[in-house]
């Protein structure tokens, strides 16, 4: 079956080096590669102080980054038809897509990483508005292209608090920190285990191939925006929850504390949300006993909570999630922001085919858009290529 490839990163890099000279009229470049990610569990908890459990992808976005010393921003992309130029300053007030390149490159030297000026180009095969975190992705590969074209250490934490600045400050994406952060700290074969109020990472081993599993991503191709609204509208009824029981955020409320919460829609926000932690130690726990059907019934869980409480579901994600159960996934979900995107099964690797054209087949006989499936293999953290 057909699968949308992350090509090989030696190849891609040379590539974009390449065109990084034709662009910029042969200045070298430093190559940089970071992740996508697809998120097992823990939908909408990242910015409630809460747990999440995303695996890195091996589909990447490449940045290739010289520097200037006239503090002129120039950033372009094999993706988007409108580059960007600038002053490092005006960096801040970016639009679109180079929000979130020359965002950072601002956000870094407000950290104190000597830049001053930089020439980016940059080519992803993460697909765009999949749910896949195709912005935190840019973002980490620009910042470690940067630090390293200026010859400074990479500080990952400090990379991951400038990469969220550009999307919440330039960008004006209200996320949670969970996408940076798996960007620039996974480990390949593994998740990533994150505790947003205890602000600890912990891999947690995913192993697949020894258990005759995989994990098939189907793109449904619905078009998926953090900045459309619905994200913040989630977020806004998720602290009127924490201000209405008197906690600093739902990580600290109970589920009988979210139950008398007079506001039908606010209690079952957070009612999502104060499960959805639960479930995140159920599969932590259930991967360490490597008790697959667990994770699955967890999946089902989730999908069902996101899809009723927080009500971040589509009727593409529905169908594809339903379908690949009904082809023999062990479980599926919904995942990522919502409003579209992507959803997740963990599959027999013998069932893979069978469950990519039995959900071609349903979304063609309900008259939906062909979907795009990729395999997600846990890859490893940002690097210089």
């Known amino acids: ?50 747990l999440v459990l995303p695996v890195a992808l091996p589909h990447a976005t490449f940045a290739a980054a010289s520097p200037r010393s006239d503090g ?29 390149a020359a965002g950072v490159l601002w956000a870094l030297r407000e950290a104190g990483v000597p830049l001053s000026g930089a020439d980016v180009l940059v080519h992803g095969t993460v697909p765009l508005g999949a749910g896949l975190s195709s912005s935190a992705a840019l973002e980490c590969s620009v910042a470690v292209a940067a630090c390293a074209a200026v010859g400074v250490d990479l500080d990952r934490s400090l990379v991951v608090d400038a990469c969220i600045r550009a999307e919440t400050e330039v960008a004006g994406a209200p996320t949670g920190g969970m996408d940076q952060t798996v960007s620039m700290l996974a480990e390949a074969g593994a998740a990533l285990l994150i505790d947003f109020d205890a602000g600890t990472t912990a891999p947690v081993p995913l192993p697949l191939g020894p258990a005759g599993l995989a994990l098939v991503v189907t793109d449904t191709r ?46 079952r926000r957070a009612r999502h949300v104060v499960t959805e932690v639960e479930r995140v130690r159920a ?33 593409e994600l ?68």
Request: glycine content about 10%; overall charge negative; proline content about 7%.
């Open 283 to 315: 599969v932590v726990a259930a991967l360490g006993a490597q008790d697959w059907a667990a994770v699955g019934a967890r999946f089902a869980e989730s999908h069902v909570s996101m899809r009723d409480d927080f009500e971040i579901s589509c009727p």
């Open 72 to 100: 002129l921003v120039r950033v372009r992309s094999a993706e988007h038809d409108e580059p960007w130029s600038g002053s490092l300053e005006d960096a801040a007030d970016a639009p679109g897509w180079a929000a979130y």
């Open 1 to 50: 079956m057909p699968f949308v490839a992350p090509g090989d990163p030696s190849i891609v890099a040379s590539q974009l080096a390449d065109a990084f000279a034709t662009t910029y009229a042969g200045a070298p470049a430093v190559v940089a590669r970071a992740p996508g990610r697809v998120n097992l569990i823990g939908e909408h908890t990242d910015y409630n102080r809460g």
């Open 222 to 267: 619905v078009s998926h925006a953090l900045v459309d609204g619905g994200y913040g509208e989630r977020r806004a009824d998720c602290e009127a929850a924490a201000a209405l029981l008197g906690v600093p955020s739902l990580r600290q409320a109970t589920l009988a504390a979210v139950e008398e919460i007079p506001d039908q829609r606010v209690r």
């Open 318 to 385: 529905d169908l594809a999630v339903d379908t690949a159960v009904e082809a023999g996934a062990v479980g599926a979900r919904m995942t990522g922001g919502g409003f579209g995107g992507s959803s997740i099964a963990l599959v027999p690797t013998p069932r893979v085919d069978a469950v990519v054209r039995a959900v071609d087949a349903a979304f063609a006989a309900a008259g939906f858009a062909p979907p795009q499936h990729l395999l997600a293999d846990p890859g490893p953290a940002a690097a210089v290529l």
